[in-house]
Structures are given as C-alpha cells and as structure tokens.
C-alpha cells in the first residue's frame, strides 16, 4: 500500500524571479526524496493600493497560500528577498496573520528552512535569513541550515549560506542562478525533506 507523500510547503515572495528561482531549487531537492512532495505557495504584494485590487489568484507562478497550506504541510522553507537586511514587508504581513496557527500549535516540531536575495554581495543576506527564523523559533519549528559539508558553501562567489541559500543578484538584477546557488539551494531542499522524514517516523 502506497502512503500519501509528505507535503513540503515551500513559500516565497519574488518581484523580479531571483527567490522564485531559489525556491524552485529548493522544491526539486524536496521532490528528489523519496516520500516527499514540494507545494510551492507564494504572497500577494502588500500596500493599501494593492490589498484593495489584487487578484485572488496570481496571473502567473504559485497560488498564494492558505491556512490550510500551513496546517497541512509537514515542513516549510521560507523565501523572500531582502529589504534593507530584513524580509520583504509581503512576507512579514502573512506571517503576522498566523496568530491563529501559534495558538493551536500547528507548526510546532515541525522543520524549516529559510532563503533569500539580494542585489549586492553584502546586501543583507545573512541578517535577513536570521530575522525570517525568529518568527519560525516562535511557531517552535526546527531550524535547519546547510552545513559546511556541503561543497558550493566553500567556494561560491556568489549566494550561499551556512543559514540557508541565497543570491546575488547584482546590480542590473540577474535572477539566474550560479551553479554554486543551485547547487546550495538543492541541498537545502533534500536536507528538509530527510529531516521531515525522520521527524514523522
């Protein structure tokens, strides 16, 4: 008998395609564990203009998550691009609406792991994934990096973190992903799928 594969959601918030790119990655080291599925979900854009007029669906990329996307997932990695060294504001208000999933405890024992870009080299990446993780600590999710084993972290030029992987975009934004980011974003993905295996066991 076939058990149902374990639901992986992976959420994000891109303008311009580089932390999309990053979570489809991430969603293919996922999908490459045996017994788990990638859900990508995205974040509509947040302003008092575009909270009256944007679409219930986005015309393009992931459908925007639900409640219910966060009380069915088994796992979560979370993406956004940096804003002066923290979250985008999209991303920050859908997760100040999860009051109610902190006081039920859904995501609580559950992994996660974060993911961002930046235009610069040192343009925030580090202090951004780091501010992503606080509101996932108060969910009591488990936390899950990308050790040093993993060889793009020891020679990238470009994104990578042992807090989760990242992207550089440059100045004229370039949401192609070196190899060195692909590579890194992969095994993030895996590395959260593995984790969410032996948790459920």
Known sequence: MTQNPLKILVLYYS?????????????????????????LRTVPKVSAVCEAVEDDIPTQGAPYATAEDLKNCTGLALGSPTRFGNMAAAMKYFLD????????????GKPATVFTSTASMHGGQESTLLTMMLPLLHHGMIISGIPFSETALNH?????????????????????????????????GKRLAELALKLAR
């Open 156 to 188: 990238t030029q470009t994104g990578g973190t042992p807090y989760g992987a990242s992207h550089v975009a440059g100045s004229t934004p370039d949401n192609r992903l070196s190899q060195d980011e692909q590579q890194a974003a992969f095994a993030q």
């Open 15 to 39: 303008q311009n395609g580089s932390t999309l790119n990053l979570a489809r990655q991430i969603a293919r080291g996922i999908d490459s564990v045996s017994g788990c599925e990638a859900v």
């Open 97 to 108: 609406g999860t009051v109610a999933q902190w006081l039920s405890g859904e995501l609580i």
